[in-house]
């Protein structure tokens, strides 16, 4: 059989349309009322077993009036299905029997829907293309239409599950009737509907009932109520809601919500074994995994996403001209070595505590995706994080893809840690990740003998296979890249043999570092580093050193703002990092290094900068490594010297999170600076106060911070599109710009 609903009909504007509501419960009271106070359709009117309830609803204006069933089907433009799931088939049938219901837009509320298309199904034989299914995620403790609430729906989700044989104009009609209630409305495969709200609705509900029975008929149970704490009654308020109601739903979702159940209970063994046997381990991966995991969640209802991915808030940034920056300030973590003692305490033997742990979502999701395999990690409390080791073999296939955010460095080397291992594993990461080239490491770990496969030219999701053995490989770089020696080196430790990464000019090497430090010797000889297979990690203490990448912005900033002084505070000088330093010196800064000391293996110093007139220089090409992630502020810094400065071999800089050469050459053009690029570099011609103007950092959170920086020598406000992402690497910039004296506002809307 087939049905259509009339295109003239569907032309008539919703607010010239009849909606009947069939069942006057909560939620079709709540809809009934929603739409009338909204004046979203011309009439509104009811139908409802319970005739009490239907004279009560038009006296309290919930509906404009009530008729028996097969007249309001008729007189109806728009049917809603509100009755309970086991009465589905029943009502589907008396709705078949009324002549012109095909001409009609059917949909329903109900929280269950496999059981709708066998109802569905027994009725009509196949599914009528006017019946759009429909489920919102919305509800009350209170029951009947005395309960019903014209606000219910708004900022809730609501899910309609077409089904392909769809009306889509039909479609684009009850989507339009949901969003006009205020909803946010998403579309979900039916049997994936089901499964989800299985898990996220259903097993709770069942489980807050089953919990307050079994505490109810305790002996002392007035005690255990008397002094519940809020914790308990948040949990169980849920058990409030209509028996009758939720019967049918675990009748009519059945088998969704039995193998929610039976995962459930499987947990729930384990945990209690755990408690009985006393196993802290397990215990605390369990109280951290949920722990984050309710964040995340909480996270993204905050960003309204339920089913989609993520909208990232806009953030614009306001700079504005500002006098001398003066004070002391330690800046976060670096994010490098954050990385990296995630990476290694995870795999090494034993607990692995580290202090000054970058709290930035770069970082954070590295540890995350060790969370999701099977690595308990404590923390991060004010940079202080415990890991408790499961070893070089010891990981544990994650549920599902790793999202990695925009993080480049995570990405590169999570493919070289994983190329090994014997599950199967994908890495994702967001829209500027996902553009990003990545066959720099993917096709020498194809040498070794990984199989990872790729989107279009090499760019993420990663699809590595697992199973497979690695060899060692000698490799030489075809441009120097710590990212890329650091995966070797990582897919090295799994590898027979020894594996060596010769690179064309020195780049960081916090890696091999942290690897002498974890016990794993590698072997370096001028710019060749050397692993042996088949070693073991065991667990230290790190002590994580300021960012020096971050404390760039204000050694920068404090450099061109005539009368500056800061001092920058157990800053991280490793030998590989420090070109920032060495560059602004050669154009006449004025930087000293005080109570320099090593730590943890890694040199750290306070910087004092003190405003200086910087000159262009021909930047020295063996600097050029040792200064990578700092050229955009470096390009600041040209800028607001005297004479032209030029920066040569430097193509590392465009495949970075955006091209930088390209977008420090655009904003500088836009704020009235000459500027050259070339393949590899870019010319600046310094002495010209920058104007005002507004550029787009493309979400590149270098880029925004080195405009914020521009902004205090511009002659007016410089305006930063796209800075949401300098959460990556430096969350608390803004506080600490504006304590050194940057006039720096914030806007952000959705």
């Known amino acids: 059989m087939s049905s259509t609903v009339p295109n003239g009909f569907l032309m008539k504007p919703l607010s010239k349309q009849t909606l009947a509501v069939i069942g006057l419960g909560l939620i079709g009271g709540s809809v009934a009322t929603a739409v009338k106070q909204r004046s979203l359709c011309h009439r509104v009117l009811g139908v409802d077993l319970d005739q009490q309830a239907l004279k009560i609803a038009k006296a309290i204006q919930v509906i404009d009036d009530y008729l028996p069933f097969a007249d309001a089907v008729k007189a109806a433009d728009i049917i809603v299905l509100a009755v309970p799931m086991l009465r589905m088939q029943q009502v589907l049938q008396s709705l078949a029997e009324v002549e012109g219901w095909q001409d009609k837009i059917i949909t329903d509320v109900g929280s269950a829907k496999g059981c709708l298309i066998d109802a569905t199904e027994a009725v009509f034989g196949e599914w009528p293309e006017n019946f759009i299914p429909g489920h919102p995620i919305a509800g009350s403790e209170k029951s009947g239409v005395t309960a019903a609430n014209p606000d219910l729906f708004v900022n809730h989700k609501v899910i309609l599950t077409p089904h392909a044989m769809v009306n889509h104009q039909a479609l684009s009609r009850v989507r339009q009737l949901w969003q006009g209630m205020g909803a946010d409305v998403l579309q979900m495969d039916i049997q994936?509907?089901?499964?989800?709200?299985?898990?996220?609705?259903?097993?709770?509900?069942?489980?807050?009932?089953?919990?307050?029975?079994?505490?109810?008929?305790?002996?002392?149970?007035?005690?255990?109520?008397?002094?519940?704490?809020?914790?308990?009654?948040?949990?169980?308020?849920?058990?409030?809601?209509?028996?009758?109601?939720?019967?049918?739903?675990?009748?009519?979702?059945?088998?969704?919500?039995?193998?929610?159940?039976?995962?459930?209970?499987?947990?729930?063994?384990?945990?209690?074994?755990?408690?009985?046997?006393?196993?802290?381990?397990?215990?605390?991966?369990?109280?951290?995994?949920?722990?984050?995991?309710?964040?995340?969640?909480?996270?993204?209802?905050?960003?309204?996403?339920y089913v989609e991915p993520m909208k990232q808030q806009e953030i614009r940034y306001i700079s504005h001209p500002a006098g001398p920056l003066s004070g002391e300030i330690r800046v976060p973590g670096d994010k490098s070595i954050s990385h990296r003692s995630i990476m290694l305490g995870s795999l090494a033997e034993g607990v692995t505590e580290i202090e000054g742990f970058l709290e930035g979502e770069d970082s954070l999701a590295t540890l995350q995706a060790f969370r999701d395999m099977g690595v308990v990690i404590e923390g991060p409390h004010q940079g202080k994080v415990t890991i408790y080791g499961v070893?070089?073999?010891?990981?544990?296939?994650?549920?599902?893809?790793?999202?990695?955010?925009?993080?480049?460095?995570?990405?590169?080397?999570?493919?070289?840690?994983?190329?090994?291992?014997?599950?199967?594993?994908?890495?994702?990461?967001?829209?500027?990740?996902?553009?990003?080239?990545?066959?720099?490491?993917?096709?020498?770990?194809?040498?070794?003998?990984?199989?990872?496969?790729?989107?279009?030219?090499?760019?993420?999701?990663?699809?590595?296979?697992?199973?497979?053995?690695?060899?060692?490989?000698?490799?030489?770089?075809?441009?120097?890249?710590?990212?890329?020696?650091?995966?070797?080196?990582?897919?090295?430790?799994?590898?027979?043999?020894?594996?060596?990464?010769?690179?064309?000019?020195?780049?960081?090497?916090?890696?091999?570092?942290?690897?002498?430090?974890?016990?794993?010797?590698?072997?370096?000889?001028?710019?060749?580093?050397?692993?042996?297979?088949?070693?073991?990690?065991?667990?230290?203490?790190?002590?994580?050193?300021?960012?020096?990448?971050?404390?760039?912005?204000?050694?920068?900033?404090?450099?061109?703002?005539?009368?500056?002084?800061?001092?920058?505070?157990?800053?991280?000088?490793?030998?590989?990092?420090?070109?920032?330093?060495?560059?602004?010196?050669?154009?006449?800064?004025?930087?000293?290094?005080?109570?320099?000391?090593?730590?943890?293996?890694?040199?750290?110093?306070?910087?004092?900068?003190?405003?200086?007139?910087?000159?262009?220089i021909d930047v020295p090409e063996d600097q050029v490594p040792l200064a990578i992630d700092e050229f955009p502020v470096l390009c600041i810094a040209a800028a607001n010297a005297q004479g032209t400065t030029t920066v040569r071999g430097a193509s590392e800089l465009r495949v970075k999170e955006s091209d930088r050469i390209q977008a420090m050459a655009d904003g500088l053009e836009v704020l009235g600076a000459h500027v050259e690029t070339t393949p590899d570099g870019i010319i600046i011609k310094g002495g010209q106060t920058l104007q005002s103007g507004q550029v787009d950092s493309l979400g590149d959170h270098r880029i925004a911070m080195a405009f914020a920086v521009a902004g205090l020598r511009a002659r007016g406000a410089i305006e930063i599109a796209n800075c949401a992402n300098v959460a990556t690497s430096f969350p608390n910039f803004i506080e600490l710009a504006k304590v050194t004296g940057f006039d720096l506002a914030v806007e952000s809307a959705e």
């Open 192 to 305: 994936r509907h089901d499964e989800v709200l299985a898990v996220t609705s259903h097993l709770p509900h069942l489980l807050a009932f089953s919990l307050v029975d079994t505490l109810a008929t305790e002996r002392d149970n007035q005690d255990i109520f008397r002094y519940a704490a809020g914790g308990f009654r948040d949990f169980t308020r849920i058990a409030a809601s209509d028996p009758t109601m939720w019967h049918d739903i675990f009748v009519a979702n059945k088998g969704a919500v039995l193998r929610a159940l039976n995962d459930f209970t499987a947990d729930l063994c384990k945990l209690q074994k755990a408690v009985e046997t006393e196993d802290s381990q397990y215990m605390l991966g369990v109280f951290t995994r949920a722990k984050v995991a309710r964040e995340h969640f909480s996270k993204m209802l905050a960003r309204r996403a």
């Open 391 to 616: 070893g070089l073999h010891g990981l544990k296939q994650p549920p599902g893809p790793l999202y990695l955010g925009n993080s480049g460095t995570a990405m590169r080397l999570f493919a070289g840690l994983l190329a090994a291992q014997k599950f199967d594993v994908t890495l994702t990461g967001d829209g500027s990740l996902s553009g990003r080239p990545m066959n720099r490491v993917a096709v020498p770990l194809q040498q070794m003998g990984a199989v990872i496969n790729t989107e279009d030219e090499g760019r993420p999701p990663l699809r590595i296979e697992g199973g497979n053995q690695l060899a060692g490989i000698n490799y030489t770089l075809p441009m120097a890249s710590a990212q890329v020696k650091s995966c070797l080196l990582l897919a090295g430790m799994y590898a027979e043999g020894k594996t060596t990464v010769a690179e064309p000019a020195p780049t960081r090497d916090h890696t091999e570092r942290m690897l002498t430090g974890f016990g794993y010797p590698v072997e370096v000889n001028g710019n060749t580093a050397t692993i042996q297979g088949g070693g073991q990690l065991s667990a230290c203490k790190i002590e994580v050193p300021a960012d020096i990448s971050s404390a760039a912005f204000f050694m920068v900033a404090a450099s061109i703002v005539p009368g500056s002084e800061l001092l920058i505070k157990h800053v991280g000088i490793n030998p590989t990092r420090i070109g920032v330093i060495n560059i602004l010196r050669l154009m006449g800064g004025d930087i000293t290094l005080e109570n320099e000391r090593e730590v943890g293996g890694e040199p750290v110093a306070d910087i004092r900068v003190r405003a200086a007139q910087l000159k262009g």
